[in-house]
């Protein structure tokens, strides 16, 4: 070995100059207490920032930022629900899957919940997450399948069957950053139905607005969720199973506020929840679905 620093070291390298297990050495990159980079796949270490962390004592990488206590992305019932019966310290600023990662990646929240299906691939999530956030330290966790569909006044219910009955209606729209947004123009494409034979309204911002809408005659059906369609008594169309899951920074993750918000989703009042508001299954709870 000569003389020279070297750019990046190895898991083994890092292990060697720490003196510890290189087990040790996975537990700290996990942790985020180590700087590390993942960009070719595999562990490396930039030892400028490893030196300068040993010479100051610091638990966390050089020049990190401390993310607020905040749960950006979609709106979720039952995940509003959570935070606020849980008493766990989170904020919430839902305005959207898209607007979600982008306020993640700028570092504006600890933790984002999506729910973007993947026309390519035909799944939820990861593949948004592995094109959008790859260069985060983060890790996508399953929250719960909701069940959506059309949503209208009972009245109106045998005219509002499938995708292809909304030409034609006035349909209560989801912002452009929405998960719901997403979906329905894939699904609208696939029925043969162009986006300018539906009578939008203007954007609302949050799953209730949306029934709302519907309930209060704004709007003859809405894209949404049963666990909102059922409190206002209106009719409800099931037509996919979706899958909203929390993409969380691995750091974030062991601090209080998360993980009393995790203690307080496993205990039965959770699951009674769900079972109440209909339309979610929770089995899935804390699964990995991604890992940076």
């Known amino acids: 070995m000569t003389g020279r620093a070297r750019e990046y070291l190895t898991v083994h390298e890092l292990a060697d100059l ?13 942790s985020g207490k180590v700087p590390c980079s993942r960009a070719t796949g595999k562990l490396l270490f930039p030892e400028a920032e490893i030196r300068a962390w040993m010479t100051n004592h610091q638990t966390g990488p050089v020049d990190r930022t401390d993310r607020p206590n905040v749960v950006l992305g979609s709106h979720d019932p039952l995940l509003e629900w959570a935070v606020r019966q849980s008493r766990c310290g989170l904020a919430l600023l839902l305005d959207g899957s898209r607007d979600g990662a982008s306020r993640f990646k700028a570092g504006e929240g600890l933790a984002a919940g999506l729910h973007v299906h993947d026309a390519g691939t035909n799944t939820w999530n990861e593949a948004f997450v592995e094109r ?26 045998g005219r509002c069957r499938v995708v292809s009955d909304l030409a034609g209606r006035t349909v209560a729209a989801r912002q452009g950053e929405s998960g719901t947004d997403i979906l ?41 969720l049963e666990a909102v369609a059922k409190p206002f008594g209106l009719a409800f169309v099931p037509l996919v199973l979706e899958r909203f899951d929390i993409l969380v920074d691995r750091g974030a993750h062991f601090e209080e506020p998360f993980q009393a918000l995790l203690a307080f989703c496993r205990g039965p009042a959770l699951a009674e929840r769900a079972e109440a508001l209909g339309g979610y299954d929770v089995s899935g709870l804390g699964e990995v679905r991604w890992n940076a």
């Open 132 to 157: 959008e956030c790859s260069g985060q330290d983060a890790v996508l966790l399953s929250w719960a399948t909701r069940r959506r569909g059309l949503v209208t006044r009972p009245e109106d219910a």
């Open 184 to 224: 329905l123009r894939h699904l609208l494409t696939g029925a043969g139905v162009s986006t300018d034979d539906v009578q939008f309204t203007e954007p609302v911002r949050s799953e209730q607005d949306a029934v709302l809408a519907v309930a209060e005659g704004l709007a003859e059906v809405t894209f949404g």
């Open 18 to 30: 720490l003196r510890v297990k290189e087990r040790k050495v996975y537990d700290l990159a996990a």
